[in-house]
């Protein structure tokens, strides 16, 4: 798939964005509209709607594409082209009314993120990228940070919620990096922990048991704006695995490290 038709479906996948996250930023939820999926994994009205929303228009802009989708909308496309979709990525944060949660829209072509849409309608922050292209936040060029050692890095990393076979080796490591950096955050959107390490708010990111739809823009976002996305042993193909490293490119080795320590 050539640049310049990327650079026209990401003109539309930003409209798309950001009147379907308009739209739910104005929903209101109540108890009755929350449910469990399971353990502490919530879904409301507004993540099937928006992804309904999100499925319908984008089979109308590319027809030939898949879904790859978190609440399960649509069929993947075995040719190897989908849109990897998380239509509220931040549940828990929405449904308590903490305003950090977004729109994660990806194309993938073999796996490999080839375009990214992560917006934040609360903050009305709109990050993109095309792979070849750079990546922006609003129109202006991103990139990540040019923190060069690990002592002077803020980073964010998430808490699983219903996996909890490795708890133990993790928080061993939240300990060690804890003493090792300037700090930690723990927003509750992946796809906002790494739009944030792209334009250099953050300098890394890590977490484990994500899914596609979590990270698929975010890869492509990053590495456009000059940063290193992995899995925790370096594979560079992470978004169908099961955890992440993102960094800017000066600590990605002091960070991988750190992390092997507790997860080799």
Same mark, same amino acid.
């Given at each position: 798939?050539?640049k310049n038709?990327l $650079?026209?479906?990401?003109a539309? *996948?930003?409209?798309?964005s950001?009147?379907?996250? =308009? ?5 209101? +939820? &109540?108890?009755q509209h929350i ?7 919530l @879904?409301?009205? @507004?993540?099937?709607e ?6 319908? !228009? ?9 879904? &790859?989708a978190?609440e399960?909308?649509g069929?993947r496309? $075995?040719s190897? +082209? =989908?849109? *990897?979709i998380? %239509?509220?990525?931040?549940?828990? =944060?929405f &449904?308590?009314? &903490?305003? *950090?949660?977004?729109t994660?829209?990806?194309l993938? @072509? ?6 990214g @849409?992560i917006?934040?309608?609360?903050q009305?922050e ?7 292209s750079? !990546?922006?936040?609003?129109g ?7 923190v060069?050692?690990?002592?002077? !890095?803020? $980073?964010a ?16 490591l ?9 700090g930690?955050?723990?927003l509750g959107?992946?796809a906002?922990?790494?739009?944030w390490?792209?334009c250099?708010?953050l300098? #890394?990111f ?5 899914s596609?739809w979590d +990270? ?5 976002? +990053? ?10 042993? #370096? =594979?560079?193909?992470?978004v169908?695995?099961n ?5 800017? %490119?000066?600590?990605? #080795?002091?960070l991988? !490290?750190i992390i092997e320590?507790?997860?080799?």
């Amino acid at each position: 798939m050539d640049k310049n038709t990327l $650079l026209q479906l990401l003109a539309k *996948v930003k409209d798309i964005s950001r009147e379907t996250g =308009n739209w739910m930023a104005e929903q209101v +939820i &109540v108890k009755q509209h929350i449910e469990e999926k399971t353990f502490n994994n919530l @879904v409301t009205y @507004v993540d099937k709607e928006s992804e309904k929303k999100f499925v319908e !228009a984008l089979s109308k802009l590319f027809p030939e594409a898949g879904f &790859v989708a978190e609440e399960g909308t649509g069929e993947r496309n $075995l040719s190897g +082209i =989908n849109w *990897v979709i998380d %239509p509220l990525d931040g549940t828990t =944060n929405f &449904v308590h009314g &903490v305003p *950090v949660w977004c729109t994660s829209i990806a194309l993938t @072509v073999n796996d490999q993120p080839v375009l990214g @849409v992560i917006y934040d309608p609360k903050q009305k922050e709109l990050f993109s990228a095309v792979k070849g292209s750079g !990546a922006w936040l609003n129109g202006e060029r991103i990139t990540t940070s040019d923190v060069h050692q690990l002592s002077t !890095a803020l $980073l964010a990393t998430g808490f699983p919620y219903d996996d909890f076979g490795r708890q133990d080796q993790y928080f061993r490591l939240l300990k060690d990096i804890t003493r090792t950096t300037r700090g930690m955050r723990r927003l509750g959107s992946a796809a906002l922990d790494m739009a944030w390490t792209a334009c250099g708010r953050l300098d #890394g990111f890590y977490e484990y048991g994500l899914s596609p739809w979590d +990270i698929a823009a975010g890869t492509i976002i +990053i590495r456009e704006a000059g940063g290193t996305v992995t899995t925790f042993n #370096g =594979n560079e193909n992470p978004v169908f695995g099961n955890d992440i490293i993102c960094s800017n %490119p000066h600590i990605y #080795g002091e960070l991988k !490290a750190i992390i092997e320590k507790h997860f080799s």
